[in-house]
């Protein structure tokens, strides 16, 4: 079943919308993704390009490598997409960017030769919520007199 959902960068400044047809994701590993988030990984969902509407105004570009580019927010900073510079049918929206992004599950890591290890299983780690922590929590309070949505 098809549905449309919405996200956008943390500013606000661009926002989409897209047609999905399943609840399908994959972490990408690739040295190309970990310099472009700052991350060891990076959650992506893959999309027809024809499924996809920038509601406000279409993301910022960066070519990343020969073969790809990556959209983005330039005020912000947000990274938004992937894409191949010989386009196909297919791009790939970042799952932090999507407006519920938890629906979304792994389905397989790629890009597998830079993956790390010690980030993939953390399930026995210690889990601080972010209101537990009064460095965090106090900032929240003092700036907006709540803790953040």
Request: proline letters at 7%.
């Amino acid at each position: 079943m098809t549905e449309t959902l919405t996200g956008g960068c943390q500013c606000g400044r661009i926002r989409y919308a897209v047609a999905i047809d399943d609840d399908d994701a994959y972490l990408c590993h690739c040295r190309m993704c970990q310099r472009a988030t700052g991350g060891v990984s990076i959650a992506f969902k893959g999309v027809r390009i024809a499924d996809v509407e920038w509601t406000t105004q279409p993301p910022e570009r960066f070519r990343s490598s020969p073969i790809a580019e990556r959209g983005f927010c330039r005020e912000c900073g947000t990274p938004l997409t992937f894409e191949f510079l010989k386009p196909g049918e297919t791009m790939d929206l970042t799952v932090g960017s999507f407006d519920e992004p938890g629906r979304f599950v792994p389905r397989h890591h790629f890009g597998v030769e830079s993956l790390h290890e010690a980030w993939i299983d953390t399930h026995a780690l210690p889990r601080i919520r972010s209101e537990d922590n009064p460095s965090t929590s106090d900032r929240w309070m003092d700036a907006l007199g709540k803790l953040p949505d």
